[in-house]
């Protein structure tokens, strides 16, 4: 069993910058591939990053050059550098772990595992 609890989260003006983080419980998220997907209201969850084995990552266009994900095995804890954030990135925000393994984790069904979310809202 894998428990996520994500932080970070908050109001931000168009332009700025938030980190968001996902500390792992239960397993080493070295050993997990780990994502992150977004939920706007009315909208399905959308993927935005992933990272999985030693440093394979990938990114939603959208977000290509804005958006980090990195890893701190030390802290068990996968983060999420959002900079140059714009209003249409406003979304609950989703940290999920997959045991499983696929070429590329990039759909909300290859996770096992999801936090709670945590509210991101940018304004312009």
């Known amino acids: 069993q894998v428990q996520l609890v994500e932080s970070g989260g908050g109001l931000v003006q168009a332009g700025g910058s938030l980190r968001l983080s996902c500390v792992a419980s239960g397993r080493t998220v070295s050993n997990l591939a780990m994502g992150w997907f977004c939920q706007a209201p009315g909208k399905e969850r959308e993927f935005v990053a992933t990272r999985w084995s030693d440093s394979n990552t990938y990114y939603t266009d959208s977000v290509k050059g804005r958006f980090t994900i990195s890893r701190d095995n030390s802290k068990n804890t996968v983060y999420l550098q959002m900079n140059g954030l714009k209003p249409e990135d406003t979304a609950v925000y989703f940290c999920?772990?997959?045991?499983?393994?696929?070429?590329?984790?990039?759909?909300?069904?290859?996770?096992?595992?999801w936090g709670q979310g945590t509210q991101v809202t940018v304004s312009s």
């Open positions: 999920a772990a997959s045991i499983d393994y696929y070429d590329r984790f990039i759909k909300a069904s290859q996770y096992n595992y």
